[in-house]
C-alpha cells in the first residue's frame, strides 16, 4: 500500500505517538508511507525564522529501526492566524500534488484543516480517507475564539472520512455524537510492546545518573508538558515539603509549554533536588526510566481538552507493570475502570498523599501486576494487523 498520512503537528518533534508505532511497523512490513506535517512549535520558539519553505526528509526512526517515513513539510507561515492560512493554502497545493506525484492508496488523516482538504481531494478522486481520532482536536486550538469553527471543521471531517477510527470508546462516542456513522466508526485502542517494558534494567544506573536514592519513592510522568498536566501542581506540594519522610522525587522526562515553568519549581531552594526533569529520550530508553520508577502519573487537570481522551503513556505505564495515579477522568475510567492497576484522585493535589499512602501499604508490586494484566492483550503486533486489515479493506472496495 502507499500510505498519505496528514498530520498538522511535528512528525519528528512530537512522539512517540499512535501514529509512530502503526506507520513504523507499516512501513516495516514494505508498506510506503508519506506523511505531510507542519511545525507546529516554531510559533513559540526564540529566533524562529518566521517564513520557511517547502521541505522533504526521512524522519529518523521513533520505534521500529529499519522502518522509513518519508516527510513533507509545505512552505508556512509561522505567526499567529497566519499560520492557519498558510496550511490551508499550502498544504492544499501539497495534497493535490502528492496525489499526482506519489498516488496513494490510501490517505489516514489526523489534523483539522489539511484532513478538510485531504477528505474532499480523495473524494474527488475516489481514494479511501480514514480519520483518526486521539483527542477532541478542536479543543487543542489555542485561540478561543477559533474553536467553534474548529469544532465545525471537526463535524465536517468525521461526517466525511470513509473510516473513523478513535483510540478510545469515550472518543468513538465523541465521534458518533459529532455525526460520524456509527457503522464507520470503530475503536482502534494503543498498543504496548510487553517484551519491550518488561525488559526494562538500569534501575540503579537510572537513580544514580539522576542523584536518586535507591530507597527514595519515585514518581515518574513522560511526555508533553501541558499547561493543565497538574505537574506544576505535585511540584509545588514537593516544594513545599510534602512526601519528605518517604524521599519522594519527582523525575519528569519530556518537554511542552509547560517545561520551564516545572523548571523553575525545581530550581527553588524549597525543592532541595527532589524535582528531576530530563528532556525526551529515545523510545529505547524508557524502559530503564520506567524501571527506576516506583509509581507513574498522569495527574492532568479536569479540563475539556483531557476529559475523554486515553494518553498511549497510560498503556506504557502499566506494561511496565508499575501503578499509575491519575485523576479521575471520564474516558480514563471508562477505559481501565476500577482496579486495574489505576488508582484515581480528583485534583492534581491530591497526587502526593495518594502515593505516600500506597507506599505505606505495600500494594504497589500487586497493583502494578494487576495493571501489567489488564493491558496485556494490546500487544503492537496485534494492533497493526488489525490497522492493515481496515486499510486493505477500504481499499479491495474501491476496486471492486
Known amino acids: ?104 492508496d490510501i490517505v489516514l488523516g489526523f489534523g483539522l484543516l489539511n484532513t478538510f482538504v485531504g477528505i474532499r481531494a480523495a473524494k474527488n478522486r475516489g481514494i479511501p480517507f480514514v480519520y483518526y481520532l486521539i483527542d477532541e482536536l478542536h479543543r487543542l486550538v489555542p485561540e478561543p475564539a477559533l474553536q467553534g469553527v474548529a469544532r465545525l471543521i471537526e463535524q465536517a471531517n468525521v461526517r466525511g472520512a470513509g473510516l473513523v477510527l478513535a483510540i478510545n470508546h469515550a472518543l468513538e462516542q465523541y465521534a458518533v455524537e459529532m455525526g460520524a456513522r456509527p457503522d464507520r466508526t470503530k475503536v482502534l485502542p494503543a498498543g504496548i510492546d510487553l517484551q519491550h517494558y518488561l525488559a526494562g534494567k538500569g534501575r540503579s544506573e537510572v537513580r544514580i545518573r539522576h542523584g536518586i536514592g535507591e530507597r527514595d519513592l519515585v514518581l515518574f510522568f513522560m511526555g508533553w508538558v501541558y499547561p493543565f498536566s497538574g505537574l506544576r501542581q505535585v511540584a509545588e506540594h514537593l516544594a513545599e515539603g510534602e512526601g519528605r519522610q518517604e ?7 519530556g518537554k511542552g509549554d509547560s517545561w520551564n515553568e516545572l523548571r523553575q519549581i525545581a530550581r527553588t531552594s524549597a525543592s532541595e533536588d527532589r524535582i528531576k526533569m530530563v528532556e525526551f529520550r529515545p523510545y529505547s530508553e524508557m524502559p530503564s526510566y520506567l524501571a527506576a520508577a516506583d509509581i507513574c502519573l498522569l495527574p492532568a487537570e479536569d479540563v475539556a481538552t483531557m476529559r475523554n481522551i486515553v494518553p498511549i503513556k497510560m498503556y506504557e505505564y502499566l506494561a511496565s507493570g508499575k501503578p499509575v495515579i491519575a485523576t479521575r477522568l471520564p474516558g480514563l475510567v471508562r477505559e481501565f475502570g476500577e482496579g486495574n492497576g489505576v488508582l484515581y484522585v480528583d485534583r492534581p493535589e491530591q497526587v502526593i498523599p495518594k502515593a505516600v499512602e500506597l507506599a505505606r501499604q505495600g500494594a504497589m508490586p500487586q497493583l502494578g501486576a494487576r495493571g501489567r494484566a489488564f493491558v496485556s492483550g494490546n500487544e503492537w503486533q496485534k494492533i497493526t494487523d488489525t490497522f492493515e486489515s481496515y486499510l486493505k479493506g477500504l481499499i479491495e472496495i474501491r476496486e471492486t
Open 1 to 104: 500500500m502507499r500510505i498519505l498520512v496528514l498530520q498538522e503537528s511535528d512528525w519528528i518533534e512530537r512522539g512517540p505517538h499512535q501514529s509512530h508505532h502503526l506507520l513504523e511497523r507499516l512501513s516495516a512490513k514494505g508498506h510506503e508511507v508519506r506523511v505531510v506535517d507542519f511545525q507546529i512549535g516554531r510559533r513559540t520558539q526564540q529566533g524562529r525564522t518566521v517564513i520557511v519553505g517547502r521541505s522533504a526528509l526521512i524522519a529518523p526512526p521513533k520505534v521500529v529501526e529499519g522502518s522509513k517515513i518519508e516527510i513533507v513539510r509545505p512552505a508556512a507561515v509561522h505567526l499567529p492566524i497566519l499560520d492557519y492560512v498558510s496550511v490551508l493554502v499550502m498544504h492544499t497545493h501539497e495534497i493535490r500534488k502528492q496525489f499526482r506525484v506519489f498516488r496513494p
Open 247 to 253: 524521599n519522594l522525587t519527582l523525575l519528569v522526562v
